[in-house]
Nanobody
């Protein structure tokens, strides 16, 4: 099993920045991909960004050029730098970890989520 703990959410004005962090523990050696999904009220959970052990990344079109995902050298932590935030970025952001080498429709493990609220 893998446990994920997120931090870094909060309230920010439009145009501002936030950095989300997520640390994995437990059987972290089994993790291939880590990333972030988000779920806004009344909407389905959607991919924001994912990163492989080798550093390959995939971003949702809506965040390209504004968000940057990164991973530490130990491959057990993942970060999401969010710049130029918009009100439509408001959501609960979930950290995920996957044993599969690369997929964009889910994760094996999830954190509890951290709320990001962007005010206009």
């Amino acid at each position: 099993q893998v446990q994920l703990v997120e931090s870094g959410g909060g309230l920010v004005q439009a145009g501002g920045s936030l950095r989300l962090s997520c640390s994995a523990s437990g059987s972290a050696f089994s993790i291939s991909v880590m990333g972030w999904y988000r779920q806004a009220p009344g909407k389905q959970r959607e991919l924001v960004a994912i990163i492989s052990r080798g550093g390959a990344t995939n971003y949702a079109d809506s965040v390209k050029g504004r968000f940057t995902i990164s991973r530490d050298s130990a491959k057990t932590s993942v970060y999401l730098q969010m710049n130029s935030l918009k009100p439509e970025d408001t959501a609960v952001y979930y950290c995920g970890a996957d044993r599969a080498p690369w997929r964009t429709n889910g994760m094996d493990y999830w954190g509890k989520g951290t709320l990001v609220t962007v005010s206009s």
